[in-house]
């Protein structure tokens, strides 16, 4: 290894956990920034993944409830319900001049981040990956993949780079991205008409794209046109090809944590997803049913 790097990984469940323990796996150093007892937890066993592409391993990491010194990179991989109170854990002056990744779904919590932390070193990421947290440091990816786009309009290139090549370098296949606007909503094209689909009717994907298929066409058409407003290319028939491959019972991140009586990310992807509407005069009325009965909900 080149470089040994020091990472900070905010949020250290399915996908943080997963990156920690590759990092630490790959010779760097990895501090996790959590609860106190999960934070103990991670300071005693290290994190345990069982992958059927990475096998299964235990890697050691440092963790904390805030960080406390100046790393060269911060993953921030917590869900949008829990940024705000998990960002204390990251002070902008501790930070200093760290590389920012968050790996969070939707497509206004960059402008945000800049805010605190400055444009020049936000560098949002999209992650493909199936990786779920069954107890704190206890990780199973269960994806054959685990892909990661990389982008940061504000950012040095090679600082982009850099952290690609140590990702990469770690197991993920990970790649930098020119167009932040194109990456951020290729995502949101997808998560947003599953999302939504299978959270509102409680079923997997399978179910939806045949019981419900007029709707999941009317959604990927509203997203992809609100995707082209906002100055994204999409094209419609090649989601719905996407969701047509995926196996039938595949479920969403939104849908588990309906059925897990978690709070959901439904104003991060629907809510997001309305206001670009709104903001560019594009009519989602479909969106704005499903995320109206999801309200109604308790969601």
């Known amino acids: 290894m080149a470089l040994r790097h020091t990472v900070a990984v905010l949020g250290p469940g399915g996908t943080g956990g997963?990156?920690?323990?590759l990092l630490s796996r790959s010779g760097h150093?990895?501090?996790?920034?959590?609860?106190?007892?999960?934070?103990?937890t991670l300071r005693k066993?290290?994190?345990?993944?069982?992958?059927?592409?990475?096998g299964d391993f235990t890697a050691p990491v440092e963790a904390d409830?805030?960080?406390?010194?100046?790393?060269?990179?911060?993953?921030?991989?917590?869900?949008?319900?829990?940024?705000?109170?998990?960002?204390?854990?990251v002070p902008p002056a501790v930070l200093g001049d760290a590389l920012v990744v968050p790996l969070l779904n939707?497509?206004?919590?960059?402008?945000a981040l800049r805010a605190r932390y400055g444009a020049d070193r936000v560098a949002p990421a999209v992650i493909r990956v199936e990786s779920t947290r069954t107890a704190p440091g206890v990780i199973e990816h269960g994806s054959?993949?685990?892909?990661?786009?990389?982008?940061?309009?504000?950012?040095?290139?090679?600082?982009?780079?850099?952290?690609?090549?140590?990702?990469?370098?770690?197991?993920?296949?990970?790649?930098?991205?020119?167009?932040?606007?194109?990456?951020?909503w290729a995502k949101m094209a997808f998560l947003a008409?599953?999302?939504?689909?299978?959270?509102?009717?409680?079923?997997?994907?399978?179910?939806?794209?045949?019981?419900?298929?007029?709707?999941?066409?009317?959604?990927?058409?509203?997203?992809?046109?609100?995707?082209?407003?906002?100055?994204?290319?999409?094209?419609?028939?090649q989601a719905l090809a996407r969701y047509d491959a995926f196996p039938p019972g595949t479920k969403s991140s939104m849908q588990r944590d309906a059925e897990a009586g978690h709070s959901l990310e439904l104003d991060a992807i629907g809510g997001a997803l309305l206001?670009?509407?709104?903001?560019?005069?594009?009519?989602?009325?479909?969106?704005?049913?499903?995320?109206g009965e999801l309200k109604a909900a308790g969601h």
């Open 106 to 111: 939707g497509v206004e919590h960059p402008a």
């Open 29 to 40: 150093r990895v501090i996790c920034l959590a609860r106190e007892g999960t934070a103990d």
């Open 144 to 184: 054959p993949f685990a892909e990661i786009d990389l982008a940061g309009d504000g950012v040095p290139r090679p600082r982009l780079d850099a952290f690609a090549a140590v990702l990469t370098a770690a197991g993920t296949a990970a790649r930098v991205v020119g167009d932040e606007t194109a990456a951020l």
């Open 193 to 237: 008409p599953f999302a939504l689909l299978t959270t509102r009717y409680g079923m997997p994907l399978g179910e939806v794209r045949t019981r419900h298929r007029e709707e999941l066409e009317a959604l990927v058409a509203e997203t992809a046109a609100v995707s082209r407003a906002c100055g994204a290319p999409a094209d419609p028939a």
């Open 275 to 291: 206001r670009a509407a709104d903001r560019h005069g594009v009519p989602a009325p479909v969106t704005a049913r499903l995320v």
């Open 65 to 89: 409830t805030e960080l406390r010194e100046p790393v060269d990179a911060c993953v921030i991989a917590v869900k949008h319900t829990a940024l705000d109170a998990a960002l204390t854990r």
């Open 45 to 54: 066993s290290g994190i345990h993944v069982r992958s059927g592409q990475f």
């Open 18 to 21: 997963l990156l920690a323990a």
